[in-house]
């Protein structure tokens, strides 16, 4: 399985973004996709999957209210759309891939066999 992220950019505080995870190698069917982010000095943070292709969770109650994921099987993508950004939204966006994570570890970085690169996302005031 690869991945390759794409999306990131430098905005203002309040504006959106919207990030594209593509994925080859296998068909996203059964696959688990989340997007994890990391910010200097802190650990990779989970923020949002797809669970075995077909159930979505989110990181937090603020990434529940402003992010949302979703996958096109026909373009084997997975998107992330990010709007309201805050400053602390600043991070490398990672997506990662498992094809046998669990419903207990999904949030766990570790629990992700395939990584792709990340994208910078960077917000400002």
């Known amino acids: 399985v690869q991945l390759q992220a794409s999306g990131g950019g430098l905005v203002q505080a309040g504006s959106s973004l919207r990030l594209s995870c593509v994925v080859s190698?296998?068909?996203?069917?059964?696959?688990?996709v989340a997007w994890f982010r990391q910010a200097p000095g802190k650990d990779r943070e989970f923020v949002a999957g797809i669970f075995r292709g077909s159930r979505e969770t989110y990181g937090t109650d603020s990434m529940k209210g402003r992010f949302t994921i979703s996958r096109d099987r026909a373009k084997s993508t997975v998107d992330l759309q990010m709007n309201s950004l805050e400053l602390e939204d600043t991070a490398i966006y990672y997506c990662?891939?498992?094809?046998?994570?669990?419903?207990?570890?999904?949030?766990?970085?570790?629990?992700?066999?395939?990584w792709g690169p990340g994208t910078q996302v960077t917000v400002s005031s």
């Open positions: 190698g296998r068909t996203l069917s059964g696959l688990s």
């Open positions: 990662a891939a498992s094809t046998s994570v669990i419903w207990s570890t999904q949030t766990t970085p570790n629990a992700y066999a395939y």
